[in-house]
């Protein structure tokens, strides 16, 4: 098995706006003007032009079954639908892999769905909802009027919930309004700003049936396309993948949480907390945080004293001695930091689960399949974590011929003259094999 160098020509052949759009194929925002995948802004995801491009690109090919381990909000999903080719997608946070499964709904009747909607307001303008203790999140983030209006809609479609396509959407709709009916700082990486304010804030039912005419014309726009196979998206762990066939992938499209103590269980933290899933931060712990990536501190507190057992798993053999000496200085630095964050386990723990990943895709994958990881170094306390490199590294030992990473972007150049000085940049990790 052998290494692709870094600056090796791309797999593909460039089109002739690839360079232009290289640095924001690795974003969402292409997709905030797109139907369906508007429907909801999940900032984890990518571009789903470049997605579709890579996705007609490997078809052509001969490639027609497509897995994304980390499906998010379901780009590749809808993509793949798209394409006309047959996808699994899977997710280990619950509300986010049913967020990806609402949207594959676009096949439901739009009138239908408009009708329910309307009905579903119209009970909602009728409901008297009585003062109660709100979770304290709720009371932070909306007026009195507006949480009540929000939750007379909440009630509204629970009266009638069932398990039917128009009924997720309609829940959809509803999850998509929460953040712009209210006031408070609603920040684009999800977290929640109850001390910054915004200069306009949407009435509930006008955003809603706002956003019910959005899903609906996005509906019939979709559907005038050909339809292919309906994309499966379930709640699985990318470290067993036990949904998927073996053998089964012929193309992986994905982006793993980053190794940049982002944490990914506080995404929806607003829209579980209203929709009663979770009664407080805490909550996370047990209902999403524990089934996750460990790539925040936040997941790897009791794992502190098992840091020198994570750094000797074979799992990540291929990478151990330079895991064992990054862990290391990151320790040692955590004992001058205020914080005392514990990014040693954090690292050990995160590329430990990663080597799970790749030995669960090298199953699930065919001979001669090729995956693409959009992904992102790090450099927590300063200490730089080649994620790219190591990822590489764990592919080949766990089966995989070889790789190479491609840079689409820098990032932390905005901090230059702050705390952050490590340079970082971004891009598409390639394995084959």
């Known amino acids: 098995m052998s290494k692709v160098r870094p600056q090796q020509?791309?797999?593909?052949?460039?089109?002739?706006?690839?360079?232009?759009?290289?640095?924001?194929?690795s974003t969402f925002l292409d997709n905030l003007s797109q139907p369906v995948h508007r429907w909801f802004r999940y900032s984890a995801g990518f571009s789903a032009g470049w997605v579709r491009e890579v996705i007609l690109r490997a078809k052509a090919e001969g490639r027609t079954r497509v897995l994304d381990p980390f499906v998010g909000s379901g780009t590749v999903a809808l993509e793949s639908e798209a394409a006309l080719v047959h996808s699994i997608g899977a997710d280990s946070h619950p509300f986010v892999s049913r967020i990806a499964r609402a949207k594959l709904h676009w096949r439901a009747n739009s009138d239908e769905f408009s009708i329910y909607a309307?009905?579903?307001?119209?009970?909602?303008?009728?409901?008297?909802?009585?003062?109660?203790?709100?979770?304290?999140?709720?009371?932070?983030?909306?007026?009195?009027?507006?949480?009540?209006?929000?939750?007379?809609?909440?009630?509204?479609?629970?009266?009638?919930a069932s398990d039917t396509p128009i009924s997720d959407l309609a829940w959809l709709a509803m999850v998509s309004i929460l953040r712009e009916c209210s006031p408070v700082g609603t920040a684009q990486w999800q977290y929640i700003l109850p001390k910054k304010s915004k200069a306009t804030s949407s009435d509930p039912f006008d955003?809603?049936?706002?956003?019910?005419?959005?899903?609906?014309?996005?509906?019939?726009?979709?559907?005038?396309?050909?339809?292919?196979?309906?994309?499966?998206?379930?709640?699985?762990?990318?470290?067993?993948?036990?949904?998927?066939p073996n053998q089964w992938a012929e193309l992986v499209i994905t982006s793993p949480p980053y190794a940049n103590n982002y944490d990914y269980a506080d995404a929806t933290r607003l829209e579980m907390t209203f929709f009663g899933e979770i009664e407080d931060w805490g909550g996370l712990q047990e209902r999403v945080r524990k089934h996750l990536i460990r790539a925040c501190t936040?997941?790897?507190?009791?794992?502190?004293?098992?840091?020198?057992?994570?750094?000797?798993?074979?799992?990540v053999g291929a990478i151990s001695n330079e895991l064992?000496?990054?862990?290391?200085?990151?320790?040692?630095?955590?004992?001058?930091?205020?914080?005392?964050?514990?990014?040693?386990?954090?690292?050990?723990?995160?590329?430990?689960?990663?080597?799970?990943?790749?030995?669960?895709?090298?199953?699930?994958?065919?001979?001669?399949?090729?995956?693409?990881?959009?992904?992102?170094?790090?450099?927590?306390?300063?200490?730089?974590i080649?994620?790219?490199?190591?990822?590489?590294?764990?592919?080949?030992?766990?089966g995989f011929k070889k790789y190479r990473f491609?840079?689409?972007?820098?990032?932390?150049?905005?901090?230059?003259?702050?705390?952050?000085?490590?340079?970082?940049?971004?891009?598409?990790?390639?394995v084959e094999g």
């Open 9 to 25: 020509p791309s797999l593909f052949d460039d089109g002739p706006n690839e360079s232009a759009s290289l640095a924001r194929s």
């Open 118 to 160: 309307a009905e579903l307001v119209d009970r909602a303008r009728r409901y008297k909802i009585r003062s109660r203790e709100f979770p304290s999140l709720l009371t932070k983030c909306y007026p009195e009027d507006t949480l009540h209006r929000l939750e007379s809609l909440r009630k509204a479609w629970l009266a009638s």
């Open 298 to 315: 936040q997941h790897v507190t009791p794992l502190i004293k098992k840091t020198d057992e994570l750094i000797a798993d074979p799992m």
């Open 207 to 244: 955003a809603y049936t706002a956003k019910v005419r959005t899903f609906a014309a996005d509906m019939s726009v979709r559907q005038r396309s050909p339809h292919g196979p309906t994309a499966k998206v379930t709640d699985d762990d990318a470290r067993q993948l036990a949904a998927v």
């Open 386 to 398: 080649p994620v790219d490199r190591w990822l590489g590294e764990l592919a080949l030992a766990s």
């Open 406 to 430: 491609e840079k689409t972007r820098d990032r932390n150049t905005k901090w230059k003259n702050r705390k952050h000085r490590v340079p970082l940049h971004e891009g598409r990790l390639w």
């Open 324 to 384: 064992k000496d990054a862990c290391h200085k990151l320790g040692t630095e955590r004992l001058t930091r205020g914080g005392k964050k514990a990014y040693h386990t954090m690292v050990a723990a995160y590329f430990r689960d990663m080597g799970q990943v790749w030995g669960a895709l090298r199953r699930a994958c065919a001979d001669g399949c090729r995956v693409c990881f959009v992904v992102g170094d790090s450099a927590p306390y300063g200490v730089h």
